[in-house]
């Protein structure tokens, strides 16, 4: 490679760590995480809602009948020491 065309590109990634220090200090990183920031934006979206609802049945599906077992016995164990 070119010493020409590496110092430029040295250069050009000194300067954008340096623009993303100064947004970081500044506040404009976002200042919350970014699950808070999204958090609720699906909160009226069906499709979202949908895909939750199909996650969720997918995962029932894999359980292993053993899980299932071990759940239900916890939960009577559970409600028997309530």
Known sequence: MQTGKL????????????RLRRDLESGRGG????WEQIAGTFAQDRIYKE????GQQQRRAQRS????QDRDSNARARHRSS
């Open 31 to 34: 200042g919350k995480p970014w």
């Open 65 to 68: 009948p053993s899980s299932k």
């Open 7 to 18: 110092e430029a590109r040295v250069a050009a990634l000194e300067n954008e760590v340096n």
């Open 51 to 54: 895909a939750m609802r199909l």
